[in-house]
């Protein structure tokens, strides 16, 4: 099926759109200097395993001490290794946070499985964002 080259968007460097013949829309739409800038493509299809990929996923907890450890010891004993852990407001109440957390692996393998099984179930709140494979550098 045929898509509407109209109906996409990407942010991007001067240097990409012009590899690509694409219009600048806006330039120099950073709001620090030293940024960098993580990308992402959304879909409604689920990536299938490709061996090498990265989940992504948000949570919370409750604010109490060791909250977080907890939440996080599904991780290590399942043997699946963390490679970002952030957090941001999560505009619901003061100091309450979210999570954005990326894992090595797919969901769809046994023990990525097993360990976001464990953690939905010690979470107030967990969504997987997707797995999908890891860029190549």
């Known amino acids: 099926m045929a898509q509407d080259i109209d ?3 990407a942010v991007a460097s001067k240097s990409a759109a012009a590899h690509y013949g694409l219009g600048v829309l ?9 940024n960098t800038t ?15 990929d990265k989940t992504s996923l948000v949570m919370s907890t409750r604010n109490v001490p060791g909250a977080i450890h907890g939440l996080l010891t599904p991780l290590a004993t399942n043997r699946v290794s963390m490679t970002r852990l952030e957090s941001r407001p999560s505009r619901t ?3 309450e946070y979210v999570f954005f957390l990326d894992m090595e692996g797919h969901q ?6 097993r360990a976001l099984k464990e953690m939905k179930q010690l979470a107030a709140f967990l969504k997987v964002l997707g797995s999908y494979p ?3 550098q």
């Open 93 to 95: 109440g003061l100091w």
């Open 26 to 34: 806006a330039a120099n739409i950073e709001d620090e200097p030293n």
């Open 7 to 9: 109906s996409f968007a």
């Open 38 to 52: 993580r990308f992402v493509v959304l879909s409604t299809q689920e990536a299938a395993p490709s061996g090498n």
């Open 108 to 113: 769809n393998d046994e023990h990525v499985a």
């Open 134 to 136: 890891v860029a190549v």
